[in-house]
C-alpha cells in the first residue's frame, strides 16, 4: 500500500475550486511529525512546490497561488488538504502530496487537475 494517497482530482472550469485530500496509509507512523507538501507538474514542466505544513502546522505558499490556496492537515485523521479556489487553465497539473522529515520523504501518486472550461 503507498504510504500516502491523494484524492480530489477533477475537471473544473476556470474561477472554480476543488479540495485535495491526502491521506496517510495505516501503516504510515507518526504522521503529525512529518512536514507536509503539496507540489505539482504539468506535462513538460519540472515539479514545482505549491505549498508546504510543518509539524506545528506553519503554513508557506508559492507566489503563483497565494491567496487563492489553502493548505491545511488533521493529525487526528493523519490527512493533510490543499483547498483550491479561483483556479486558472495554468493551474492544470498532477498534485502530489510529500511527507519528510529529516532522511525520511514519501510521495504519493498524484491526483491529476485539470482547469478547462
Known amino acids: 500500500q503507498a504510504p500516502l494517497v491523494e484524492s480530489g482530482g477533477d475537471l473544473v472550469p476556470p474561477g472554480g475550486s476543488l479540495k485535495l485530500s491526502c491521506s496517510a496509509s495505516k501503516t504510515f507512523s507518526f504522521f503529525y511529525i512529518y512536514d507536509v507538501r503539496w507540489y505539482r507538474q504539468a506535462p513538460g514542466n519540472q515539479r514545482e512546490l505549491v505549498a508546504s505544513?510543518?509539524?506545528?502546522?506553519?503554513?508557506n505558499y508559492a507566489d503563483f497561488v497565494k491567496g487563492r490556496f489553502t493548505i491545511s492537515r488533521d493529525n487526528a485523521k493523519n490527512t493533510a488538504y490543499l483547498q483550491m479556489n479561483s483556479l486558472a487553465p495554468e493551474d492544470t497539473a498532477v498534485y502530489y502530496c510529500?511527507?519528510?522529515?529529516?532522511?525520511?520523504?514519501?510521495w504519493g501518486q498524484g491526483t491529476q487537475v485539470t482547469v478547462s472550461s
Open positions: 505544513i510543518s509539524s506545528s502546522e506553519t503554513p
Open positions: 510529500n511527507a519528510n522529515r529529516l532522511d525520511a520523504n514519501y
